[in-house]
């Protein structure tokens, strides 16, 4: 479900990535153990990392609900409570909702942290009912609260950011392995092995056959095409 991201100056933005840094480091002064430390700072999966389009267009990084859960589950296991704070929003005639919410996790010495943040989502269709807008909202408001904890804080970070989009690229741009089975059948069929191919990749793109792109891929198989159209055709004018 789409949520909706509160929109912000550059100015706010940066301030509020500065600030949620700062809570981050105030939480992982003491009372974390190594290993909830490491969970909590650590590099968001480009795996889990998913895009949307936020206003003007843009595209936005963001973690689903339910990874956001597990990896919450994962550092603090069942000790830790999320509550919605109030009575919810509504706004635009009942078109979208907001809520105050309140995350809360125990160190292990068993002393409350809580973070507090805001969410927010709205209709996306006329007939969508209210309490799956409630639902998202509290969603938006529970990942806003792990990145306070820095859960996702890189997707914030513009220089993290950019690496975690080029990465993204990246990942898109990989043929199907549909596609690289076919690069290794008509290569097999042309008499070149797959270390030929490996070879011909590096001398070619400077990488790797994995790494290859998908458009990489499809020139190969259209250049290993063209090889074998002229071999079945000078065995033809040999016979003749």
């Known amino acids: 479900m789409t949520t909706k991201m509160v929109t912000a100056t550059s100015t706010t933005a940066t301030a509020a990535t500065a ?51 597990s990896i919450i589950a994962e550092a603090f296991g069942l000790n830790w409570d999320f509550e919605i704070l109030g009575e919810p929003m509504l706004l635009k005639n009942g078109e979208e909702v907001v809520v105050k919410a ?7 010495q068993g002393t409350p942290r809580s973070r507090m943040q805001f969410g927010g989502a709205k209709k996306i269709f006329p007939d969508q009912e209210i309490g799956d807008v ?19 804080l ?18 898109k741009a990989k043929p199907t392995p549909r596609l690289m089975n076919q690069l290794l059948t008509i290569a097999e069929e042309c008499g070149y092995s797959k270390e030929d191919i490996e070879k011909g990749a590096r001398d070619k793109y400077g990488h ?10 499809a020139q190969a198989i259209t250049n290993l095409a063209g090889s074998k159209r002229a071999k079945i055709h000078r065995r033809g004018a040999a016979k003749d």
């Open 19 to 69: 600030a949620a840094a700062a809570a981050a480091a105030t939480l992982h002064e003491g009372g974390m153990t190594e290993a909830q430390r490491i969970i909590l700072s650590r590099k968001t999966p480009v795996e889990l990392v998913k895009t949307r389009l936020g206003p003007g267009g843009k595209e936005l990084l963001y973690i689903e609900h339910a990874d956001v859960t």
């Open 102 to 108: 309140k995350l809360t996790v125990y160190d292990n």
């Open 134 to 152: 409630f639902k998202a909202a509290g969603s938006d408001a529970l990942k806003k609260c792990a990145s306070l904890l820095g859960i996702g």
């Open 154 to 171: 890189d997707l914030y970070r513009k220089e993290e950011r950019e690496a975690l989009e080029a990465e993204l690229r990246r990942e």
């Open 208 to 217: 790797s056959l994995s790494e290859m792109s998908s458009t990489e891929v």
